[in-house]
């Protein structure tokens, strides 16, 4: 069974500091990586994903996301932290498969505070 | 654009009412999906539709009864609904089932 671990409950960080919410994840074969942020009472928004190739993933608002094959983990990261940054912060992960639906399993979440 | 809507906003009922959730995309996604999400947990899936017909049901009570009119439209139709049926519910398409989804903001649903 495919799984997903946020491993912290709240990451606090400071404006203009860096961040990174930790994920990692297990499933059959090859991931597909996902990062999702929600605001409070909103649905969630795509950030970026990891499919194939190029291990460091660029997405939207500056964050970033290494996929570690090894260590199994796809962290969040922003070299620079906002206050508008602050949200809910959700890893998700499917196979790597075609040919129908596979489910999407996400993680728990993770609270972003950046403190001004 | 990426944009999901999602009708009402907000939305209260009692445990005899009749309502129904409504969802637009007018990206030519092809699938669409129903997620449950109660405060501070990820969502959960509940219905997938591929091209219109539904292709998972997550073993959602049949209160919750899912229709998918056209490509661009999701109805989620609600029918003697428990207090612990509040939650967010989240609407979402993609391309196809194995592409990335997009969310609406969701229906805040209280069952009283």
């Known amino acids: 069974a495919q799984s997903v671990a946020q491993p912290e409950d709240q990451v606090n960080v400071a404006e203009g500091n860096p961040l990174t919410v930790k994920c990692t994840y297990s499933?059959?074969?090859?991931?597909?990586l996902f990062w999702y942020v929600q605001y409070p009472n909103r649905g969630l928004q795509f950030l970026l994903k990891?499919?194939?190739?190029?291990?460091l993933v660029k997405g939207s608002y500056g964050f970033e996301a290494e996929f570690n094959k090894s260590q199994t983990s796809f962290h969040l990261k922003k070299p620079s932290a906002l206050v508008s940054d602050s949200a809910l912060y959700f890893c998700?992960?499917?196979?790597?498969?075609?040919?129908?639906?596979?489910?999407?399993?996400f993680g728990i979440g993770t609270k972003l505070q950046v403190i001004p | 654009d990426t944009e999901v809507t999602q009708t009402p906003k907000h939305l209260v009922m009692g445990m005899t009412n009749k309502k129904s959730l409504k969802c637009e995309q007018h990206?030519?996604?092809?699938?669409m999906y129903w997620y449950k999400q109660k405060a501070k947990k990820p969502p959960e899936l509940m219905f997938v539709?591929?091209?219109?017909?539904?292709?998972i049901n997550e073993s959602v009570p049949s209160r919750f009864s899912p229709e998918c009119p056209n490509s661009s439209l999701l109805n989620l139709h609600l029918h003697a609904l428990q207090p612990e049926d509040s939650a967010l519910y989240l609407c979402?398409?993609?391309?196809?089932?194995?592409?990335?989804?997009?969310f609406g903001p969701g229906t805040r649903l209280l069952v009283l």
């Open positions: 990891y499919i194939t190739g190029d291990n």
């Open positions: 990206m030519g996604h092809r699938a």
């Open positions: 499933v059959s074969g090859n991931p597909y």
């Open positions: 998700a992960v499917r196979p790597a498969l075609s040919g129908g639906y596979q489910k999407v399993t």
């Open positions: 979402a398409s993609s391309q196809g089932v194995v592409e990335t989804q997009y």
């Open positions: 539709y591929s091209y219109e017909k539904l292709s």
